[in-house]
């Protein structure tokens, strides 16, 4: 049974740029939810993917957006991209929407510069 | 709206000495709550939930938090610190109609001296 995998590790970008996350939920998840984790915070809930369809979203403006796969992967896109964008990101896999049982990545670690 | 309140940013514990890790928080409706562990440069593992059944709940690696309502508290305790529990704790908060959508408090960081 594999985890839940993030690619890349870590990425650098500039200010205005445009940033895509990918996620590998772990077999048997149909759901997957997306954090973001400032340094020095705690995560914060961004949104939720659930049979490819959005199942929930925090307060991130618009220019954050996501996919989810037949295969139950995921992306998050970020737009125009901002200093205080830098973050830890965080995906996590559950076995469906309701399950309280989250499997997190290692995340992606994004600079803005 | 929900929130979770983590009292001290930062514990120093003796190896052996008791962990004791404040969590408290604000909800409308009767709540899920969650401990989760973050080492470094990993993502984070659940140590423990509760979920409305015994208030008592133990969880892996020796630890187990107690909900009490009246107080709106869910701590995390370890009778014994071991030099493995250095990490970043996080107490978490999700409405049972909201599912698995987490409210993270800003975590404690657990520094272990021998």
């Known amino acids: 049974e594999t985890g839940v995998t993030q690619s890349p590790t870590h990425l650098i970008k500039t200010r205005g740029q445009q940033v895509t996350l990918r996620c590998s939920s772990q077999s048997g998840h149909n759901t997957v939810s997306w954090y973001q984790q400032a340094l020095g915070q705690g995560p914060q809930f961004i949104f939720q993917y659930y049979r490819e369809e959005e199942n929930g979203r925090g307060n991130f403006p618009p220019r954050f957006s996501g996919l989810q796969f037949p295969n139950y992967s995921s992306e998050l896109n970020v737009n125009a991209l901002e200093l205080d964008d830098s973050a830890l990101y965080l995906c996590?896999?559950?076995?469906?929407?309701?399950?309280?049982?989250?499997?997190f990545g290692s995340g992606t670690q994004l600079s803005v510069l | 709206a929900q929130s979770v309140t983590q009292l001290g940013s930062h514990v120093s514990v003796s190896e052996g000495a008791l962990v004791l890790l404040r969590c408290n928080y604000s909800?409308?409706?009767?709540?899920?709550l969650f401990w989760y562990v973050q080492y470094p440069n990993q993502g984070l593992q659940l140590l423990l939930k509760y979920t409305s059944a015994a208030t008592l709940v133990k969880g892996i690696n020796g630890f187990e938090a107690e909900f009490k309502k009246s107080e709106t508290s869910f701590h995390l305790t370890k009778p014994s610190a071991h030099m493995s529990d250095a990490a970043e704790y996080f107490c978490?908060?999700?409405?049972?109609?909201?599912?698995?959508?987490?409210?993270f408090g800003g975590g404690t960081r657990v520094l272990v001296k021998p």
């Open positions: 996590a896999s559950s076995r469906d929407r309701s399950n309280e049982k989250l499997f």
């Open positions: 978490a908060v999700s409405e049972q109609a909201a599912g698995n959508k987490l409210t």
């Open positions: 909800s409308s409706v009767p709540p899920y």
